[in-house]
């Protein structure tokens, strides 16, 4: 009986006890291609010789120093990397242990700006239903999964939910996509006067869905509608990239493809690559200017921030990212695996929706293509598909439909950025063997 407390209080899971290139091992000697990067992480797969090697000669010289003593070698030079690659003037880091933790921050700078911007009043922040921003409190207030908010109600803030941008569940048949983009701008706008602008902190998204639906990238013009209403009423937007950021999509940034500027971007998962514990806070100029020429301090602070190591482990997966051309390799392969999936599942009676962007795909399951009827989530397809994968040796991400109550099943795929078409069709053979059994 393990002592963890585990995700599953009933069962524990295989012991993984090795990884190479995209494949996990357990202690059975199980091999299990790593599709999913776990959640969208492992963006170089396991064991990079490179990373390990920056990990060891950080943790030789200095495996930890507190911020408020010292700074390190390891933690400025990611910052600088962070900011030298980001668009535009987002020129400021905050190092954390990963994509909640960002969250929390970007939440805490953006009120702390206009507190010191003399509007101590505004309090509120907008999010759409179909999204996850993470697990601690402020974050799981934002996110839109009712089902994981449910018990800790009581505990969290208010937040106005808007319509995601869902063109597959949610733009009419007779609907031009621009006129599906319009209302969905209009809703928002509507939530803010109604909250009042002067209330009003900032809107928080994904640029694409990552786990909460799936892959779902955004209607052209989309957020560029949403940076205009943020100008006009004069609120922060808020990029969560944790998941489709660090190359995820084919650029760095996935906002970068909507040639829009966040105020706020949060980076986890793909930036240390699971090689380390680490997120960030990108923040632009005049945020961190209002703080620096008022109180002169960010009122946060976590005892891990800057950690060395995890900045080593971070800087060197971005360094691999850029000298082995990764991000058109995503680009080419993303298009790759959007050919095998729609070879293989195009035609599936269960499969409603296949949808990405980069190596960030998705398949919506659904009872009725002709209808898109979900499944009954009470039969927790999402459980059976990963039970059946992880049989076929597979690992994948299955969520079910638990936004706000409605919506369907989908299967999350994000192959490390290393991955071979080779890799890929096999990936998808062994996803059809999976469902197949499953459905
Ligand atoms: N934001 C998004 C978009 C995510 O996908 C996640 C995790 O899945 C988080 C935030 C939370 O990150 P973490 O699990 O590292 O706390």
């Not at 998941?243 to 949060?266: F, H, K, S, W």
Request: with cysteine; hydrophobic share 40%; glycine share 12%.
């Amino acid at each position: 009986m393990s002592h963890i407390i585990h995700r599953s209080l009933r069962r524990t899971p295989p012991v993984a006890v090795g990884g190479d290139g995209i494949t996990i091992i357990d202690s059975k000697g199980n091999h299990y291609l790593d599709a999913s990067g776990g959640a969208a992480v492992s963006s170089l797969g396991h064991g990079h010789p490179d990373v390990i090697d920056a990990m060891h000669a950080q943790i030789d010289r200095l495996a930890y120093a507190h911020t408020s003593f010292f700074t390190t070698d390891a933690a400025e030079e990611l910052a600088a990397r962070i900011a030298y690659d980001a668009p535009g003037d987002l020129d400021h880091v905050y190092l954390v242990s990963g994509g909640s933790e960002a969250m929390e921050t970007a939440l805490k700078l953006a009120r702390q700006y206009f507190v010191e911007s003399g509007e101590p009043q505004r309090r509120l922040f907008i999010a759409r239903r179909q999204s996850y921003h993470g697990n601690t409190l402020g974050a799981l207030a934002l996110g839109g999964n009712a089902f994981r908010r449910k018990p800790y109600a009581p505990l969290l803030m208010d937040v106005t939910r808007v319509a995601p941008c869902y063109e597959y569940r949610d733009r009419q048949q007779d609907q031009s996509v621009f006129a599906y983009t319009a209302g969905l701008l209009a809703e928002l706008e509507m939530a803010i006067i109604a909250a009042g602008p002067e209330n009003v902190i900032g809107f928080c998204a994904e640029p694409v869905v990552g786990a909460t639906g799936g892959a779902i990238p955004p209607t052209p013009g989309y957020f560029t509608g949403v940076r205009e209403l943020c100008d006009k009423y004069g609120i922060l937007f808020i990029a969560d990239e944790v998941m489709c950021g660090m190359g995820r999509t084919g650029t760095l940034y996935a906002i970068e493809q909507e040639n829009v500027l966040p105020d706020l971007v949060t980076l986890g998962k793909g930036l240390g690559a699971g090689y380390q514990p680490i997120g960030a806070v990108v923040a632009r100029d005049a945020i961190v200017q209002r703080l620096r020429n008022g109180s002169g301090v960010f009122q946060h602070g976590h005892t891990y921030v800057g950690h060395p190591v995890a900045a080593a482990a971070a800087l060197a997966v971005q360094r691999v990212i850029q000298r082995d051309c990764l991000l058109g390799a995503v680009t080419v392969r993303g298009a790759t695996l959007r050919r095998m999936l729609r070879g293989a599942f195009g035609e599936h009676p269960h499969v409603g929706d296949i949808r990405g962007r980069g190596l960030l795909w998705a398949l919506e399951l659904v009872r009725d293509r002709e209808t898109k009827e979900p499944f009954a989530p009470s039969l927790k397809l999402h459980e059976a598909v990963r039970a059946q994968a992880m049989a076929c040796g597979l690992m994948v991400y299955p969520m079910g439909g638990t936004i706000d109550g409605e919506r369907g099943d989908h299967i999350l795929l994000a192959p490390p950025f290393i991955a071979t078409d080779a890799d890929l069709g096999e990936i998808v053979s062994r996803l059809q063997e999976a469902l197949d059994t499953a459905l």
